[in-house]
């Protein structure tokens, strides 16, 4: 069925560190593609999103771009922030349903 | 404009006890489903609704049970609480069209003890 991995954290960045999260997928064809942010004590927001093969989602600074030859859609930032620390995570939705399967998750702390 | 509206925050429970999770959209979405998440898991889906009157189960939905009978609201039931059940519970609810995108509620922290 389809899948995500993402990187295993916890990563600890300094201020203005450069941020990436990797993400590989399993998918039956080319589904739409999610990062979504979860920071402390809150729900799970949307980040950015592709919804095709070599789309680049953007938004805060952060980019991702759905690579179809790796199956890849790792998250990056050029310079992280203090208000960046959270957990983020890759989805996409199951073969023919609406169901979002995520990874597991990857917790972002970012120091001073 | 609330989007997704997840009661109670905050709930502790003795095993053997029942409760519903309420959740609630204003966005008129058809899809809603629940997930709960545990360290070093993720989130896992429970059970989901694709409209009114029509229900499935998740990954893991033993333990619980859900209803869609409006549009806006889908209650997760937990029957007799165990200790296994303890977790934060996501409510979310699903745009179906520009990508599936989903809108997550606040989130209830449950404890069973």
């Known amino acids: 069925g389809d899948s995500v991995t993402q990187m295993e954290g916890p990563v600890t960045l300094s201020e203005e560190a450069f941020l990436t999260i990797n993400c590989t997928y399993t998918?039956?064809?080319?589904?739409?593609l999610f990062w979504y942010v979860q920071y402390p004590g809150e729900g799970l927001q949307l980040l950015l999103k592709?919804?095709?093969?070599?789309d680049k989602g953007s938004n805060k600074g952060f980019e991702a771009t759905y690579r179809k030859e790796t199956t890849s859609f790792h998250l990056e930032k050029g310079s992280v922030q203090v208000s960046d620390s959270a957990v983020y995570f890759c989805a996409l939705p199951g073969a023919g349903s609406y169901q979002l399967t995520f990874g597991k998750g990857t917790k972002l702390s970012v120091i001073p | 404009n609330a989007g997704v509206t997840q009661t109670p925050k905050f709930q502790v429970l003795k095993t053997g006890q029942s409760m519903t999770l309420q959740c609630a959209q204003d966005?008129?979405?058809?899809?809603m489903s629940w997930y709960r998440q545990d360290p070093g898991m993720g989130l896992r889906l429970i059970h989901y609704?694709?409209?009114?009157?029509?229900?499935d189960q998740g990954e893991v939905p033993n333990g619980y049970n859900v209803s869609r009978s409006t549009t806006e609201d889908f209650p997760l039931r937990l029957l007799s609480a165990a200790p296994s059940q303890t977790s934060v519970y996501f409510c979310?609810?699903?745009?179906?069209?520009?990508?599936?995108?989903?809108?997550f509620g606040q989130g209830t922290r449950l404890t069973v003890v």
């Open positions: 966005m008129n979405h058809e899809y």
């Open positions: 609704s694709v409209g009114a009157g029509i229900t």
């Open positions: 979310a609810s699903t745009r179906l069209t520009g990508g599936l995108e989903a809108f």
């Open positions: 592709a919804t095709k093969a070599d």
């Open positions: 998918a039956t064809g080319y589904p739409s």
